[in-house]
């Protein structure tokens, strides 16, 4: 049995609690969801509608110490990059493993290093998923080697970049082939686009770091996925990933199997064998 975390409750905390109903062999034992004071009444009610055999108890709140003190095994971040910031560091100081899926929000060095320190003071994992990808086991076993060079392609539908910066220097509904909308350091990209390169980032902290990890990001008007491709070069193994991911029902922006990624995480924290 398993008391659990979460951080956010949008589109990745929905889908993982349909997840978790649907593979739990037995409820959580408590579930205690963080979420922004507007949206406590429909989180809720969503719980006692939709998700009424998820956990045993269940508490909502917007204070950070009622999670903490709730005592999870596991905490999830699913929100966003201020998440990280405002929230994380507490509960890896608190002494509680925790998944972040807004990995680029690691691209800002001081939080990183905080984030870092609250984890040895807590004595607690910093757990990184595989998010929309995959591959990052090979590329964290070559870091130890290292000599590494990775380039990075993330295309997603024009839609999947509405409300970025992107959407104030290219008309989206006008453009009709691929377009590159940034080229750089996965740092830059993280950055400047905390939505929609957290796939970058993953793969900057799993191999050659956020400076050396090259990205690009692309508009395609006729893509029906969201592709990540990525190349690793070194002298011990190259390889090439490209990855179709199909963007989730809730948000275009995010990869449907992010969520898997988490449920893996939490069935590796719980079951018997690790993979
Ligand atoms: N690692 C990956 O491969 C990957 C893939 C997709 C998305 N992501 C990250 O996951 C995050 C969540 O994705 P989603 O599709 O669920 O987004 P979403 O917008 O549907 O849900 C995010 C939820 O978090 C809430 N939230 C935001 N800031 C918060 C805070 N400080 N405290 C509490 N709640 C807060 C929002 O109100 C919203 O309900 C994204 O912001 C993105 O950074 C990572």
Not at 31 to 58: G, H, M, R
Not at 81 to 95: F, K, R, T, W
Request: net charge negative; with cysteine; aromatic share 6%.
């Amino acid at each position: 049995m398993i008391r659990l975390g979460l951080i956010g409750f949008g589109n990745i905390a929905a889908s993982l609690l349909e997840l978790l109903s649907e593979n739990l062999d037995k409820e959580l034992e408590h579930l205690t969801i963080f979420c922004k004071p507007e949206y406590c009444s429909q989180v809720e009610q969503k719980l006692q509608n939709e998700y009424t055999n998820i956990a045993l108890d269940f508490c909502i709140t917007t204070n950070i110490d009622d999670l903490i003190n709730s005592k999870p095994n596991l905490v999830v971040e699913c929100a966003g990059h201020n998440a990280v910031e405002e929230n994380v560091i507490d509960v890896l100081s608190s002494g509680i493993d925790t998944v972040v899926i807004s990995v680029g929000a690691l691209s800002d060095t001081s939080l990183a290093e905080s984030i870092n320190q609250a984890a040895i003071q807590g004595n607690a994992r910093l757990i990184l998923p595989a998010g929309a990808i995959g591959g990052i086991d090979l590329l964290a076993s070559l870091k130890k080697f290292g000599d590494l060079e990775v380039s990075y392609r993330g295309i997603k539908p024009s839609s999947a970049w509405a409300g970025t910066s992107a959407a104030s220097n290219i008309d989206l509904n006008a453009i009709s082939e691929p377009t590159t909308i940034f080229s750089g350091s996965a740092r830059e990209a993280a950055q400047k686009y905390p939505k929609n390169a957290n796939v970058a980032a993953t793969i900057a902290m799993a191999g050659a770091g956020f400076d050396k990890t090259k990205a690009e990001l692309i508009a395609d008007p006729n893509a029906t996925a969201n592709i990540h491709e990525y190349t690793v070069n070194c002298p011990l193994a190259s390889y090439t990933i490209r990855i179709e991911g199909k963007p989730s029902k809730g948000n275009a922006k995010t990869s449907a199997t992010t969520v898997y990624s988490i449920m893996r995480e939490i069935s590796n924290c719980i079951g018997p064998i690790v993979i």
